[in-house]
């Protein structure tokens, strides 16, 4: 009791701060409602800390307070951000930043005050006249030159959540030094006197459709076959935003590669932040894509593509071999693409031996088989996009990216972006697509060639949810104990390797000998690599109270009518390793 009696009495010192002065009108009317409402929930949610500026940027819920997406916590990370700019670039004469927003509720009005902090600062400001894809801003820091950016989204979060991503001037998202070193200067404001909102309007420049140009320009040199676009052109192909940012380039991007069959879906057209149709605007999930899918069965449509609200993940549904339509998972889609840019560059004769691709390690093993087998090097690296785009920096000028992708429905094909991209995704896949109906097949029958050529995998990702304070400390607790007393076997497979993330040691239970892995930080991941070509990754979840469990489980198959088999043997599987691991 005295406990929570402590925390209400910080809770509200926080919150009379935000009666002061230096808050405007209506957040002090906001707070003030809090601080009256007799139930006190509302109150401690949105002040008991502060909305942590984190190695990604901002993400929260909007609304008043110290622990809210607002006017104020975007205000104090622009100038934090602004602050370390003007340190680390002090010796340029003009620093320069691009800012973009999605669909969501004030993203525009975030992005506005962004510019103006920046602005105040004496940073130059190219702001998007609009809504645009996180990978547009990307490539418009690489193409104006600029030192860093910002886009305004939560992604495929819930309405409710808003978000910040900062970028540096490689065009991806920081890392270390740069983020740290950011997040100190956020740390550094203490109140709203500390913010320069007052922006100055001769440094803000509107940028828009020259730079939609440029970029969909240069996603064209990206297409592998043209002349398979050009036999296929009127493909019907259907495509939903899910009432986001894609809306403004994606169709317009595969008009440009030669697709004339694009097919809307209306009711998700529609530019909303509300996204009305759905409950969560998340191309992983089912529920997103039905709309799409049931455009598709009345038009016969041949393919169903989807993007995030920022469109920086695709979504995919295809026809199986009876006719059904059918998701695409994140590795079956990462699958699709690597096969088809390695198979592609070694037809056309790009292929010399300098080539390289990026997975992260969690992605399914396959990709590293077709790698592998075409001469090509790959690379993995830590879920995030980030460290695709560190891989792409560091061999810059060295080696050739032909593309790179994770399980979590992210893809890049192109090195002048450096976040995932699905403009130029859903553009790829839908060449795939008409490069595969040359040989009289759907993008369901080349994945099951790749399996037939390359060996079956079936991924199975597992989140165990475990609440409050002793729920954290069981996570800790799981993780020690699969760290320090790892099983022998794993459902009846021995276990072969161990690769500690957290100590970037890694141990062969065959040979008995301990190695290091080359990863350029630490992270508390752990992998269980058995003699029957299982992996399983686990890691605890980074922003919610979960413990998650990545499970691939290869199988051989020699015929298409065996992959049925194959799924169904590997799911027994799953369980088991399940039953193995106590989840």
């Known amino acids: 009791m005295e406990e929570n009696t402590a925390l209400l009495e910080t809770v509200r010192k926080k919150a009379r701060v935000w009666l002061g002065k230096a808050y405007d009108g209506e957040t002090r009317e906001q707070v003030q409602a809090l601080l009256d409402r007799e139930d006190p929930a509302r109150l401690i949610e949105a002040f008991y800390k502060e909305l942590e500026f984190g190695t990604g940027g901002l993400r929260g819920i909007m609304g008043v307070g110290t622990n809210r997406m607002n006017k104020y916590t975007v205000g104090a990370a622009t100038q934090g951000l602004a602050n370390y700019l003007r340190k680390d670039f002090a010796r340029l004469p003009q620093i320069k930043v691009v800012i973009g927003h999605d669909c969501r509720n004030n993203s525009r009005l975030f992005a506005e005050i962004s510019a103006n902090v920046f602005s105040a600062n004496g940073i130059k400001v190219y702001l998007f006249d609009d809504l645009r894809p996180t ?271 994770e399980e979590s429905y992210g893809f890049l094909c192109e090195d002048f972006v450096r976040d995932k991209d699905a403009v130029s995704a859903c553009c790829i896949l839908a060449e795939a697509a008409a490069r595969a109906r040359d040989g009289g097949k759907t993008l369901y029958r080349l994945l099951q060639d790749i399996y037939l050529e390359y060996g079956y995998s079936k991924e199975v990702n597992i989140s165990v949810v475990k609440q409050g304070k002793s729920g954290a400390e069981e996570i800790e607790a799981m993780m020690k104990s699969y760290r320090e007393c790892p099983p022998a076997e794993i459902a009846g497979s021995k276990v072969a390797l161990l690769h500690d993330y957290i100590s970037l040691k890694g141990y062969s239970f065959t040979d008995g000998e301990a190695f290091s892995l080359n990863m350029p930080t630490t992270s508390n991941v752990l992998q269980y690599y058995t003699e029957d070509g299982t992996k399983i990754s686990i890691r605890p979840s980074g922003t919610e109270p979960k413990i998650k469990f990545y499970i691939e489980v290869h199988r051989h198959v020699k015929t298409i009518e065996d992959i049925a088999g194959a799924e169904a043997a590997a799911l027994r599987q799953t369980e088991q390793i399940k039953a193995s691991l106590g989840i």
């Open 135 to 405: 990978p547009e801003i990307s490539y418009a820091i690489r193409k104006l030159g600029c030192q860093s950016g910002v886009i305004l989204t939560a992604s495929h979060n819930p309405k409710e959540y808003n978000g910040y991503k900062a970028y540096w001037d490689d065009g991806a998202q920081m890392i270390a030094p740069h983020d740290k070193n950011t997040i100190v200067e956020v740390n550094r404001i203490r109140s709203a006197g500390d913010i320069r909102f007052k922006g100055k309007r001769e440094l803000i420049e509107i940028i828009g459709s020259e730079m939609d140009k440029s970029y969909i320009s240069d996603l064209k040199t990206v297409s592998l076959s043209p002349d398979a676009i050009r036999r296929h052109h009127d493909m019907k192909i259907v495509y939903t935003p899910i009432h986001g940012t894609g809306v403004r380039l994606i169709p317009a991007a595969l008009a440009a590669f030669g697709f004339t069959n694009i097919i809307h879906v209306p009711e998700q057209d529609a530019v909303s932040g509300d996204f009305p149709t759905v409950v969560s605007p998340n191309p992983e999930e089912p529920a997103a894509l039905a709309l799409a899918i049931e455009k598709a069965r009345e038009t016969d449509a041949e393919l169903v593509l989807a993007s995030d609200p920022d469109a920086d993940r695709v979504g995919v549904a295809v026809k199986d071999n009876a006719g059904e339509w059918t998701l695409l998972n994140g590795n079956q889609t990462a699958l699709l693409l690597v096969y088809y840019l390695i198979v592609r560059w070694k037809e056309t004769g790009r292929l010399q031996g300098r080539e390289y691709i990026v997975k992260t390690i969690v992605t399914t093993e396959i990709v590293r088989a077709i790698a592998e087998q075409n001469g090509v090097e790959i690379h993995d690296v830590y879920t995030g996009f980030k460290w695709i785009a560190d891989v792409v920096r560091r061999m810059e000028g060295k080696k050739t990216f032909i593309g790179g992708g």
